[in-house]
């Protein structure tokens, strides 16, 4: 089965009203609050900017999305579909909801919009563990044929908590992210060098994206 990628993304909107780690949780993981628990002096600088990096950061790395966001992705190189032995990719896990998928026809005339594809067209193979979903389209409507250009084939999605409601969260992500920004303040004052504990990278590995090898038709 060939597999390829929606490998091209942009966010749309993305909320940072609140995130799944706050200041006290910080700060009970982190050694240097231990020896001085009554400094408030680095408050201000862990909530407005260790803990939106350290949730930046592991979206990014793990491709894991958190916060609720509006996201928008393209196929890069792809000018028809001619068997359903094909698997597209979506680039990132805990995307709650499929907006649309969009595509200029291969008769497009240079000005129309895109042409919303009929949701009876296609399906989801659904996301697994560190598997993605994966986008089919239905055998019957085969072959499907694209206007020959870059980032033709559009998805628009939902991902992330939605309003950012973090209640189900796994608690071993909270406490990977919390002891993460625990460290980096830890280290700024002399007392860890590393940045990553072996739980915390085993955590980050859990719930990361599988590296997939991408066909490019």
């Not at 497009?108 to 979903?133: C, I, L, M, R």
Request: negative net charge; proline residues 4%.
């Amino acid at each position: 089965m060939f597999q390829f990628s929606f490998s091209v993304s942009k966010t749309i909107s993305r909320n940072t009203s609140s995130y799944p780690i706050i200041l006290s949780q910080v700060k009970a993981r982190s050694e240097y609050f231990r020896l001085n628990p009554a400094d408030n002096s680095f408050d201000s600088y862990i909530e407005s900017i260790i803990i939106p990096k350290v949730i930046y950061d592991w979206e990014n790395l793990t491709k894991y999305l958190l916060l609720d966001r509006t996201m928008q992705s393209f196929v890069p190189n792809l000018k028809s579909i001619r068997t359903e032995q094909i698997n597209i990719l979506l680039p990132y896990l805990n995307i709650r909801e499929f907006t649309n998928v969009k595509y200029y026809p291969e008769s497009w005339d240079y000005s129309a919009a895109k042409t919303t594809v009929d949701g009876s067209y296609y399906f989801f193979v659904p996301e697994a563990k560190n598997q993605p979903h994966k986008l089919n389209i239905k055998e019957k409507y085969l072959p499907f044929e694209l206007f020959a250009m870059e980032n033709n084939l559009e998805i628009n999605y939902k991902g992330g908590f939605e309003d950012n409601d973090f209640n189900d969260l796994n608690e071993s992500i909270v406490d990977a992210l919390a002891c993460q920004a625990a460290m980096i303040i830890d280290s700024r004052n002399g007392l860890c060098q590393d940045f990553f504990s072996d739980i915390i990278k085993e955590v980050y590995a859990d719930y990361s994206i599988n590296k997939q090898e991408i066909v490019v038709l």
